[in-house]
């Protein structure tokens, strides 16, 4: 293959400062630690779970889990972000959290997510299968260097209306100004 390979998350972000800088609120090079306030290893959803992939036949290398965020409210807009979450292939109550979003404005970590670092991944080749030419569902491969094997991992699709998150009034068939003007 010629390819490259509902519930309420509290996180509590932590800036510090490097130790050659003056800290101010100005200061634009810092490190961010995220520190999840309730364990995501053995508290996601169950209602999230993943058991199986489009695309993919065998058993999925960890627990997966997808769903949405209530990340709150602005300007009459109720917000939801969309995550996806990885176990740990190693040890998911030792192992780090590993939180990867995409830059932007508007880019879903989704893309990430299945082109880069995620478990699994999809490309050109995954339109050329033999089960993709009886499905149509593209073919997801095996990624050799996925991060699960360091760590679980967190996909975070932000801000809404990016991806699979949305605003309410709209509802997730909203479009890019569904959640008010940028």
């Not at 478990?119 to 009886?134: D, H, I, K, V």
Request: hydrophobic residues 35%.
């Amino acid at each position: 293959l010629k390819c490259r390979a509902r519930n309420r998350i509290s996180i509590l972000v932590t800036l510090k400062c490097f130790p050659a800088m003056a800290c101010s609120s100005a200061a634009l090079l810092v490190v961010i630690q995220v520190t999840l306030r309730v364990s995501l290893v053995g508290s996601a959803p169950e209602a999230d779970l993943v058991e199986n992939l489009l695309g993919w036949n065998g058993t999925l290398f960890s627990k997966t889990y997808s769903g949405y965020i209530p990340v709150g409210s602005e300007d009459g807009y109720t917000m939801y972000e969309h995550y996806m979450f990885f176990e740990s292939e190693g040890n998911p109550q030792k192992d780090p959290l590993i939180m990867w979003t995409n830059g932007g404005p508007g880019a879903p970590s989704m893309f990430g997510a299945f082109t880069e670092l995620g478990p699994y991944f999809l490309c050109g080749e995954s339109m050329r299968t033999a089960a993709y030419n009886s499905t149509g569902v593209p073919t997801l491969f095996a990624n050799a260097h996925r991060w699960t094997k360091l760590g679980s991992v967190l996909i975070r699709n932000l801000p809404p209306p990016v991806g699979f998150s949305y605003c309410n009034p709209a509802g997730p068939d909203g479009d890019g100004n569904s959640c008010g003007s940028w």
